[in-house]
């Protein structure tokens, strides 16, 4: 589109919020337009702005976005018009070079950044731009089809790239980054996003730094806050607190990249736009909702973050959580983010604290399997020896709400599993007064035959997040021929088979979202307040006690305890059948 000679005129979508953003204790008006993204038929990116009831109002395409102005190869912009400056603190890190890069590059790819932007790196090893664009390029993928253009695409993107080297608490860093980016933005109304890709405890050094010396004067300023957010209700309130000295509420998007997962997204979708579910969706139909995540691999190389949390508040407390929270939610009265984490903020807070008796934890032990030896997780370098942190942990939660009451939301979450695995499982209640779960006389008039499989008569819905994105629902049939033989099938969306474009990577869709304004999928600090105050206390227990977790061997499928917790609430995992 470029070159059409296109104007977006209505700055208020791309940039919603970009004047409070400026002055960090300035409040942000309600937003009557916040920007919703689809595909055009070409699948170019595109805006729809939204009223606050959610409808359409205002569509532009992305490539149509500020085409008020042209911006010269190496990414410097001619006067006029607005640009967005993306910088990476950690660029040195795993997960910039893993994720965040080769995000920002598909995004480019797919002609959903801005027409003019420029990305930075900032981390304290020295670098020049070069050394930064070859270490970047080592992850670029061309992801979503080999187009022909894909090496020059590569290169047009590294060739906005920049790096920036300094310490964290630097303001002297800050300002010399400032600099750079005045020059790249030269003319333009600025707007900057930084994502924090640095370990949690530099996170309020760089947001004081940056905030003061690198906010934009006149556009807005973002930041991309990675978990962990605190270990716990005191540390988590503490980082707020420091943070909001630095910044407003709608600066900060505190990242959860499972919710910028493709099933993740689908739910509420599921739930509020077929008729066929949401009518069952409460403790009248459900007998029990199962969140399970597993990984085939252990702390490989992320030991030393990993001993200090844990996997409750590594996966649970946050990404099991929060699909939790969207699953059990009521529905919100649009699709606005406020509306949206308004709804999600009350089911959190209607759940019931976390007890020790609810909880299982167990930790991977040294295995060898055909010849391989598999380690423990307590044989990485960078693990205490004698560590009990859990790898893996079951636990079994409840809403005190009128639509949950009673109905167990059990997790499941470990790591040097048997499989890589995320999904969410709800098991329907039994079919009263079933029919098929009676003796029946046998074709033939033989005596009676023993139906009692078929008393199983009930239903499962499973939202496969990962791998293979899948949604199906076990149903029972007849199998076909004279007898009467029920079987349990599956009505199923292989995503794969439906959609084969492929699927955008969790990050791309975050990335776009913060550039965009829109917080949709990124985490309020009431929220986060209520996910802590669930499993707060269960935390202090397990460290105040010393639990011991329950060894299993790497590559299985985890404690057995997890069972006797599932029993406790009447439940079979229903990943094991
Ligand atoms: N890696 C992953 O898969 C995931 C990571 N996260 C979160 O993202 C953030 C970044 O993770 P990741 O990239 O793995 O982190 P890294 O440990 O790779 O750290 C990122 C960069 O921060 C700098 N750094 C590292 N340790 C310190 C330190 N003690 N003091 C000051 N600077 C330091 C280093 O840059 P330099 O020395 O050049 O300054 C490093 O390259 C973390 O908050 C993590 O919890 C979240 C989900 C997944
Ligand atoms: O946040 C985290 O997530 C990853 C798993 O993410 P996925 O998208 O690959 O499923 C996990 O390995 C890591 O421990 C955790 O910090």
Redesign the pocket.
Known sequence: MAGTGLRFRQGAIFFSGAHAAAHPRTRTPHHHCSPQRTHDARGRCRLTAKSANGRPQISASFRDVAIDGAQSEDGAPEQGGSTVSITVV?A?????K?KIFPALFALYYEDCLPEHFTVFGY???KMSDEELRNMISLTLTCRIDQRENCSDKMEQFLKRCFYQSGQ?NSEEGFSELDRKLKEKEAGKVPNRLFYL??????FVDVVRSASRTASSQDGWTRFIV???FGRDSESSGELTRNLKKYLAEEQIFRID?YLGKELVENLSVLRFSNLVFEPLWSRNYIRNVQLIFSEDFGTEG?GG?FDNYGIIRDIMQNHLLQILALFAMETPVSLDAEDIRNEKVKVLRSMRQLRLEDVVVGQYKGHSKGGKTYPAYVDDPTVPSGSITPTFAAAALFIDNARWDGVPFLMKAGKALHTRRAEIRVQFRRVPGNLYGRRRRSVGGGGTTATRELEKATNELVLRVQPDEAIYLKINSKVPGLGMRLDSSDLNLLYSERYPAEIPDAYERLLLDAIEGERRLFIRSDELDAAWAIFTPVLADLEANKVAPELYPYGSRGPVGAHYLAANHNVRWGDIS
């Open positions: 950690g040195s890190g795993d997960l910039a893993k981390a304290r090893s964290y890709s640095i370990p949690p405890n530099i990675e978990k962990p990249h992320r973050y």
